[in-house]
């Protein structure tokens, strides 16, 4: 036995812990959203508690300082004063007494305060905190970024995630799985934490926060890919196209020209489907038809009735709420657009005007050159012209069953933001008769008209895409 060779085994060893501790204690982070700010902070461990250095958490949010006096700390945020003592869990802050959870600790002249007190202390500094302790996230009175998905079906499944702002989450893939992780962007958690797709493809989604991040999960039983849209306010996770085999080829096969890429396999070619938007949802009852009616349950029902009236004449009708559910304009507008139909129908019911109205986007029409992008707000100044055809076609055929109808430019959301042949049709109650907007052969005969118009200008439509 050498000894030598013992001793610098036990200061290996010994170099080796010291390492891996250092390691875990680096890798301990509590993410801050602020205001106008994001940082990250290491955390460390005392006692079996999480510690935050005071002053690092305050410094970047205004006037801080810390001055050590004996074993106490006393603080200055801006005009607000503090005391905090070693070893005590009492504090004074703001002329008030307070209590953390655990002591205070100072290190080295640096004051150390228990995470789970994080909110009592911060709140009489700052006003609104919100810390999500498990995930170590910390919010302070500043924007958030909410985010919705919507499962689309036709013509391919795709998962379409928005988000209130733009986002940039480091994109991660395995056989499977698909993970999106959040650092810098103050994304708030969803209603659900996980949601199960009826899907072949994309079977669930699910969103988690750990060590100062927000993950979005999205499992399947394809590869998957994400793109980006909108500026980043939109990311599609779809089936990859790229055959799984190329992804597991074995290593030590021997070096020689790759053999030819298989094509992806090209999906059965879509029936011609469109888009329908029932107008309102949710909380947005929209107008009030009558006393048992309100104008979101109207669009829906006609809606359903005419993804019917479609389907007969072969034409594919996608919902873009089947459902009593509030989607956003901009989420409509970004599942309409995912979808990348030919035709988007959103549609509207009053009491206040007789006949139908067929509305277009009040835009400029504005030639379309191929392979610019255009600005969100004017998706549809290359489409304005083929709406107005389109508008006036339906307005036609309209007249044909003696309905009136009125084609025109109005400002109606989300017309603007629509990549296609876009209208929105706002059902009134009929002219003469007296049974009004609920009356079935009234809304049988609206229906056909839009279904006609759609079946006799497909070609149209296609052309202009
Ligand atoms: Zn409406």
Same mark, same amino acid.
């Given at each position: 036995l050498n000894l030598g060779s013992t001793i610098r085994f036990i200061v290996l060893a010994a170099l080796l812990v010291l390492l891996t501790s250092l390691r875990a204690a680096e890798d301990k982070r509590i993410a801050v959203y602020g205001p106008q700010t994001f940082y990250s902070l290491n955390v460390v461990d005392r006692h079996g508690a999480e510690y935050v250095g005071l002053l690092e958490i305050l410094e970047p949010l205004g006037a801080a300082s810390a001055k050590q006096d004996g074993d106490k700390v006393k603080l200055r945020f801006n005009d607000i004063e503090g005391q905090f003592t070693d070893g005590k869990t009492k504090v004074r802050l703001r002329g008030k007494d307070l209590e953390l959870t655990t002591k205070f600790l100072i290190e080295n002249g640096r004051g150390l305060l228990p995470l789970r007190s994080l909110t009592a202390v911060l709140r009489p500094l700052l006003g609104t905190v919100e810390f999500h302790e498990a995930g170590r996230r910390l919010f302070l009175g500043g924007a958030v970024v909410t985010f919705a998905g919507d499962l689309m079906k036709t013509p391919a499944s795709r998962l379409v995630l928005s988000f209130s702002a733009p986002v940039n989450p480091h994109i991660a893939t395995e056989p499977g799985k698909l993970r999106m992780v959040f650092t810098r962007e103050p994304l708030m958690p969803p209603r659900a934490a996980s949601i199960k797709f009826e899907d072949t493809t994309i079977t669930s989604a699910s969103f988690g926060e750990h060590n100062g991040a927000a993950e979005v999960t999205i499992t399947g039983t394809a590869p998957l890919l994400a793109s980006f849209a909108d500026g980043g306010r939109t990311i599609i996770v779809s089936a990859s196209p790229q055959p799984a085999q190329q992804v597991a080829q074995p290593p030590a096969a021997p070096a020689e020209p790759p053999p030819a890429a298989a094509p992806p396999p090209q999906p059965a070619p879509p029936r011609f489907t469109i888009v329908v938007d029932a107008a309102h949802g949710g909380d947005d009852r929209g107008a009030t038809l009558s006393d048992q009616?309100?104008?979101?349950?109207? /669009?829906? !029902?006609?809606?359903?009735?005419? &993804? $019917?009236?479609? !389907?007969?004449r072969g034409v594919a009708a996608i919902l873009l709420r089947d459902s009593d559910a509030n989607f956003t304009h901009h989420q409509r507008s970004v599942a309409a657009n995912a979808a990348n139909v030919p035709l988007y129908v959103s549609l509207h019911?009053? /009491?206040? /005007?007789?006949?139908?109205h067929v509305y277009t986007a009040m835009l400029s029409p504005v030639a379309r050159k191929p392979g610019t992008f255009l600005p969100w707000d004017e998706a549809q100044t290359g489409y304005v012209e083929s709406s107005r055809a389109f508008a006036l076609a339906l307005a036609a055929e309209l007249e044909k069953? =003696? #309905?009136?109808?009125?084609?025109?430019? *109005? @400002?109606?959301?989300? %017309? =603007? =933001? #629509?990549a296609a042949t876009a209208v929105a049709v706002e059902v009134g109650p009929p002219f003469r008769e007296k049974e009004g907007? !609920?009356? *079935?052969?009234?809304?049988?005969?609206?229906?056909?008209?839009? @279904?006609?118009?759609?079946? @006799?200008? &497909?070609? $149209? %439509?296609?052309?202009? &895409?």
């Open positions: 009616l309100a104008e979101k349950d109207a /669009t829906l !029902a006609f809606a359903r009735r005419l &993804r $019917t009236e479609l !389907a007969n019911a009053s /009491t206040s /005007t007789s006949g139908v069953r =003696n #309905i009136a109808a009125f084609a025109l430019p *109005a @400002s109606v959301r989300p %017309l =603007n =933001n #629509i907007f !609920a009356s *079935a052969v009234y809304q049988q005969a609206v229906c056909a008209a839009i @279904s006609s118009a759609v079946s @006799s200008l &497909r070609a $149209t %439509l296609e052309a202009a &895409r």
